[in-house]
């Protein structure tokens, strides 16, 4: 193990953990780095430290010892309609160098990397495929609709409707405190919750893991299995780039055709791609979406929150119609 060796190379290392609340018994465990989104910047990232908790332990079962990062994220909805959008592409690349730097700093035999919204997912991915090391991605998930199926991007909406007068303050103010009922991803299939199931498609999260509602306790299930499954990928030195092949991305692509997925993909998946010396051009992803149907009926595009999508079978749903272009 990796862990090991640079042990003999640094002997304060040692001593450092043990400083850290480490055993000596851990000392000799797979090392496993627990990168995480978590932070009180927004609701998909205000709830990860309990997915973190659950990947520890996890990778406790499995014979490993679990280290804690962090490198939290911005939300753009927060940073909408004023000089905050100028901050939101860059900070999905400095996410990814401070988590290369986590790791490239200190050794670590395997990652789990556990986050849910637009620039933190991508970065999770480029640094997933920068490190190459045994890693997985475990999505946040996706917050419960309102009542009457509220979901945030109706906010906007509702915003005009009182400008014009068409509703009361009182109510106006009801929708806004209803649109984000609880931690996760928005309701509906925008960046956040295209990259999660990208994620997913790419093959490097679990079968059946992107956009679980967070108030679903099998998500809890699925943080302590991947905590489990980051030890063994370790033992089984399955690579990051053994996963993500061009084959990897074109089947994504078409998921995302199928999912009518947000357009910033065609931003993020050749980033990631690029981090493996692979080309994704915008051609590509035209002549994939111009033969894949489109599949979903959830917002925006459609009628139903974007719950209701890892309801009715999510990613492995999609997959089962054999897609083919």
Not at 13 to 18: E, I
Not at 89 to 112: C, N, Q, W, Y
Request: one cysteine or more; a negative charge; proline letters at 6%.
């Amino acid at each position: 193990m990796k862990s090991q060796e640079l042990r003999k190379l640094a002997p304060e290392l040692d001593s450092l953990r043990l400083g850290s609340g480490w055993s000596i018994e851990d000392l000799s465990k797979p090392q496993i780095i627990v990168e995480s989104s978590y932070g009180h910047s927004h609701p998909g990232s205000a709830h990860l430290n309990k997915l973190v908790e659950e990947a520890g332990k996890g990778i406790s079962d499995a014979g490993g010892r679990a280290a804690n990062y962090y490198v939290t994220d911005i939300c753009d909805g927060e940073a909408q309609g004023h000089d905050g959008m100028n901050y939101s592409l860059v900070s999905r690349d400095i996410m990814a160098a401070m988590m290369e730097i986590h790791v490239k700093a200190t050794p670590f035999d395997a990652g789990i990397f556990i986050t849910s919204c637009d620039k933190s997912v991508p970065a999770h991915l480029m640094a997933i495929a920068r490190l190459n090391m045994p890693a997985l991605l475990l999505p946040g998930g996706i917050m419960k609709a309102g009542p009457n199926l509220l979901t945030l991007e109706q906010i906007g909406t509702y915003s005009a409707q009182y400008e014009r007068k068409e509703i009361s303050e009182e109510q106006f103010l009801a929708y806004k405190k209803d649109a984000c009922p609880t931690c996760g991803a928005c309701s509906f299939m925008g960046t956040a919750s295209t990259m999660q199931v990208m994620a997913e498609a790419l093959g490097i999260a679990l079968p059946g893991s992107a956009l679980i509602p967070t108030h679903v306790h099998y998500i809890k299930e699925i943080s302590r299995y991947a905590g489990q499954r980051s030890v063994e990928l370790e033992k089984e030195e399955l690579l990051p780039s053994d996963i993500l092949t061009i084959d990897a991305f074109r089947n994504a692509i078409m998921v995302h055709a199928a999912i009518a997925g947000s357009s910033n993909s065609l931003l993020h998946l050749p980033a990631i791609a690029h981090e493996l010396g692979i080309d994704l051009p915008p051609e590509l992803f035209d002549e994939i979406h111009r033969q894949i149907p489109f599949l979903l009926n959830i917002r925006p595009s459609g009628f139903w929150p974007g719950e209701y999508f890892w309801y009715a079978g999510g990613v492995p749903a999609i997959l089962e119609e054999r897609l083919t272009y």
